[in-house]
């Protein structure tokens, strides 16, 4: 009886929608901090599935154009929105980007889910006006579209060799606990029992 109980609950959607960060890039698909969500969700009893339509490369242009069939697919309650690395990296116009991110915040707001939107930094390499209003960007967007934020993705990760990957880029396995927790402090207000 517990089982058909259990069986009838309905599961939320939790949508993770990024890049190659979400998308456990250089690692098995289990060792990422989506997988590692999953499994925290599950444990703590949230009814929430997580469905990872994170793609490697996935630029915000990218990430626009694909957004509302991934919205009509899954119809999620929550959407973490992590996109905007590979933009910065190509060094692509920041007010292109953050056109891209506000109108995929929009375009979740109106399908009625919440929105978690996770920032990142770039290497200071591309010049500290370029790496500045690209970090703005994020806060920018979270402040004028009133969503959940997380402010720096890989805090804590980035700049300590043992837990990224060779490219600098990418976290380690190690490494993934860790972002998983930058993450979940910003997304556990948001979700329901």
Request: net charge negative; glycine share 10%; proline share 7%.
């Amino acid at each position: 009886m517990t089982c058909e109980a259990h069986a009838s609950t309905p599961q939320r959607t939790l949508l993770v929608f990024g890049d190659s960060l979400s998308a456990a890039y250089g690692l098995r698909a289990e060792q990422g901090w989506v997988a590692l969500l999953q499994h925290r969700l599950h444990d703590e009893g949230y009814g929430y599935t997580v469905v990872n339509a994170s793609i490697s490369g996935e630029t915000t242009a990218g990430g626009r154009a694909r957004l509302p069939r991934a919205l009509q697919q899954h119809h999620p309650a929550i959407v973490v929105l992590e996109l905007g690395a590979n933009d910065g990296l190509r060094g692509l116009p920041v007010p292109d980007a953050q056109g891209n991110l506000g109108a995929m915040i929009a375009a979740i707001q109106h399908a009625g889910a919440q929105v978690l939107l996770v920032g990142i930094l770039i290497p200071p390499n591309y010049g500290p006006k370029y790496s500045s209003s690209f970090a703005q960007m994020f806060q920018q967007l979270a402040g004028e579209r009133k969503v959940a934020f997380v402010p720096f993705l890989l805090d804590g990760i980035a700049l300590d060799p043992d837990l990224m990957q060779q490219d600098g880029l990418h976290p380690r396995a190690e490494g993934e606990p860790r972002v998983l927790e930058n993450v979940w402090q910003h997304l556990r207000p948001l979700l329901e029992r």
